[in-house]
């Protein structure tokens, strides 16, 4: 149910249906499942403002509706607390990979594919009025955390399986998996990897409540319509908090992904400190993917362009700390780079080496000439040497679609599949 009074003078109310079991402190009740005077309740509308309260809802009602516009949740919760006082290190050192690229290349892609029509399903879901199975959510981004844990590589690569006709759902898919990679790469455990993820995943679904014209529009949008974007934080909020067992940062992260840290950004313009530390790290990811994304009004970027976008946003819009980390743990040459090599050579960027960030593992797609070769897997750390005798080196990061290679088109043909395994 959603009953809006935007006149003037006149309170605006949105009512959204949550069950008793997932009611939080801060959120305002404004009707029972049940006729006020039928409930030991003396006002019509109240904040929980203690777990004795939602108890004491509990024990009479199976559902409430709350009132998102008066609720404290989530902006001024007792969870919101400094970054300073966050139990996640930004220190931390990563952990090895468990595994080769080559025998993470399989259960990666099950898992993304699985998961890819995972999120296509909710967002068709959000769009009909339907609820999100969060349960089904949460399972995926478990095998997620597992194979990015095991190997990152594997999935980073498969971020780079584009379709500017399915950005939106692609976009939450990648979300998630640059998210997971950067909490990894700070030392996080894997419960908290879990969370991230989901929230990673869940970031944008607000989106489904805006009009496919505007959110696909190719041109410069109005004022009137970034408004309308711009509304998908509220959105999202609301279909979290109304969804039975999500994660309560998942909501935090919905609502506060475009807030900056200098207070620029919507819908409430927080600052630094009023941020949370898994919004941040999505955040830094959401810019990432964004940047180097096609989408209907623009091309994306190379990933070297995006990392300047990044530093340029460091202090700004986004925490410095973790863009410094999400440029450590990508590398200079990131799994599903498209590369030239010094004599000519063209390849694809497959695994990172740790050690060695400007030596990794490639598969080698076109000859001098340009001409497609056969693929074979070149391990640079290892001093492979070009058919003239001299040590394979990258010269230079390509754009994806450069010598008319695609990548998803590659992958889809199942050849780097083949010359992984």
């Given at each position: 149910m959603d009953?809006?009074?935007?006149?003037?003078?006149?309170?605006?109310?949105?009512?959204?249906?949550?069950?008793?079991?997932?009611?939080k402190i801060g959120m305002y009740v404004c009707e029972l499942d049940r006729p006020w005077l039928d409930s030991p309740f003396l006002f019509q509308g109240f904040v929980l403002a203690t777990q004795a309260d939602i108890d004491a809802v509990r024990k009479v009602c199976k559902y409430v509706y709350i009132d998102a516009y008066r609720t404290q949740f989530p902006e001024?919760?007792?969870?919101?607390?400094?970054?300073?006082?966050?139990?996640?290190?930004?220190?931390?050192?990563?952990?090895?990979?468990?595994?080769?690229?080559?025998?993470?290349?399989?259960?990666?892609?099950?898992?993304?594919?699985?998961?890819?029509?995972?999120?296509?399903?909710?967002?068709d879901d959000i769009r009909f009025g339907r609820g999100?199975?969060?349960?089904?959510?949460?399972?995926?981004?478990?095998?997620?955390?597992?194979?990015?844990?095991?190997?990152p590589d594997a999935m980073l690569l498969l971020t780079q399986l584009k379709d500017r006709d399915e950005y939106t759902a692609q976009h939450s898919m990648n979300v998630c998996i640059f998210s997971i990679v950067l909490g990894r790469y700070l030392g996080m455990s894997i419960p908290e990897l879990r969370n991230l993820g989901l929230s990673g995943l869940m970031h944008d679904m607000g989106k489904m409540r805006v009009p496919l014209e505007i959110l696909?529009?190719?041109?410069?949008?109005?004022?009137?319509?970034?408004?309308?974007?711009?509304?998908?934080?509220?959105?999202?909020?609301?279909?979290?908090?109304?969804?039975?067992?999500?994660?309560?940062?998942?909501?935090?992260?919905?609502?506060?992904?475009?807030?900056?840290?200098?207070g620029t950004g919507y819908p409430n313009g927080l600052t630094d400190a009023q941020i949370m530390p898994?919004?941040?790290i999505v955040a830094v990811a959401d810019t990432y993917d964004a940047v180097t994304s096609d989408r209907v009004y623009q091309?994306?970027?190379?990933?070297?362009?995006?990392?300047?976008?990044?530093?340029?946003?460091?202090?700004?819009?986004?925490?410095?700390?973790?863009?410094?980390?999400?440029?450590?743990c990508l590398g200079t040459?990131?799994?599903?780079?498209?590369?030239?090599?010094?004599?000519?050579?063209?390849?694809?960027?497959?695994?990172?080496?740790?050690?060695?960030?400007?030596?990794?593992?490639?598969?080698?797609?076109?000859?001098?000439?340009?001409?497609?070769?056969?693929h074979r897997i070149?391990?640079?750390?290892?001093?492979?040497?070009?058919?003239?005798?001299?040590?394979?080196?990258?010269?230079?990061?390509?754009?994806n679609g450069s010598y008319n290679i695609d990548i998803k088109r590659y992958y889809e043909q199942g050849l780097i599949q083949r010359t992984v395994r």
């Open positions: 009953n809006r009074m935007d006149s003037p003078g006149i309170t605006t109310l949105r009512k959204i249906k949550v069950a008793a079991g997932d009611l001024t919760t007792p969870r919101r607390r400094p970054i300073k006082s966050s139990r996640l290190s930004w220190t931390a050192a990563p952990p090895e990979k468990r595994v080769s690229v080559e025998r993470e290349i399989d259960r990666a892609q099950n898992t993304h594919t699985q998961t890819s029509k995972l999120v296509k399903t909710f967002m999100v199975d969060i349960q089904l959510a949460r399972d995926a981004v478990c095998e997620c955390v597992d194979s990015v844990y095991r190997n696909n529009k190719p041109g410069r949008l109005t004022d009137e319509e970034m408004t309308v974007v711009k509304a998908h934080t509220v959105h999202g909020r609301d279909i979290l908090m109304s969804t039975r067992g999500v994660y309560p940062g998942a909501i935090d992260v919905a609502y506060e992904h475009h807030e900056n840290l200098d898994y919004t941040r091309s994306g970027r190379t990933h070297m362009d995006a990392i300047a976008i990044l530093n340029n946003e460091s202090g700004k819009r986004l925490d410095g700390n973790l863009v410094t980390k999400f440029v450590e040459y990131p799994a599903g780079s498209l590369v030239e090599m010094s004599n000519g050579e063209v390849a694809l960027v497959i695994e990172v080496n740790p050690r060695q960030k400007l030596r990794p593992k490639v598969i080698m797609l076109l000859d001098a000439d340009k001409n497609p070769q056969p070149v391990d640079l750390a290892k001093l492979d040497l070009d058919p003239c005798g001299q040590p394979y080196r990258i010269k230079a990061m390509l754009k």
